[in-house]
């Protein structure tokens, strides 16, 4: 199958992984048992819930002005574009964060999808809505990140997960994921692989 967009993760993936989430779960009231944090969240009462908001948010701020991008991504993006692939960006954090960052950085995105935009990973909505809008068939399309979130929403979604081991439990994830590296340069090896099979 002819790669024809690549979709990428945030916090982890694109930048150094910078949240703690244990510590924001402790903020916030979470044990280190209660799993997803927003998820958590979405059960509160609204005062409770507003404030956890301002926690997370807090967090993903500090984290968003302080990033620094992974080795080797300016140079994978550079790459994408010249390969002339589309490129989004799937992410659990907020347009305000993800926008500064890819400011920041001179990131630039065909489209991007935020928590705000509908059901978020491991949901396969952002992967689907991505595909829509690059008229790609999710077959076609790799969905990159470091974390379990990632790679069940590309297989929700019915695309190709790539998993960037930069997660501390990235050998836990390594059972969902269709093709495993270790710098994110190597996504290049992945899609020269993917087309050369399809010839």
Known sequence: ???????????????????DFNQIRQEIGLNAASGDILSAIGTMDTARRRQAHAILERHEQHAAQHSRLNDGVTELLTELRKRKLSIGLLTRNTRRNTMFVARRHGL???????????????????????????????????VVGDFLHDLLSAKNAGAIAVLLKTHPQ??????????????????????????????
């Open 1 to 19: 199958m002819k790669i024809k967009a690549v979709i990428f993760d945030l916090d982890g993936t694109l930048t150094e992984p910078m949240l």
């Open 170 to 199: 990235a050998e836990k994830f390594q059972i969902h994921a269709d093709y495993v590296i270790s710098q994110i340069g190597e996504l290049i090896n992945v899609i020269e692989k993917l087309e050369k099979e399809s010839e």
């Open 108 to 142: 630039d995105f065909d489209a991007v999808i935020d928590r705000d935009d509908g059901p978020v990973k491991p949901d396969g909505y952002g992967v689907l809505k991505l595909c829509e809008q690059f008229d790609a068939v999710p077959a076609g399309t790799l």
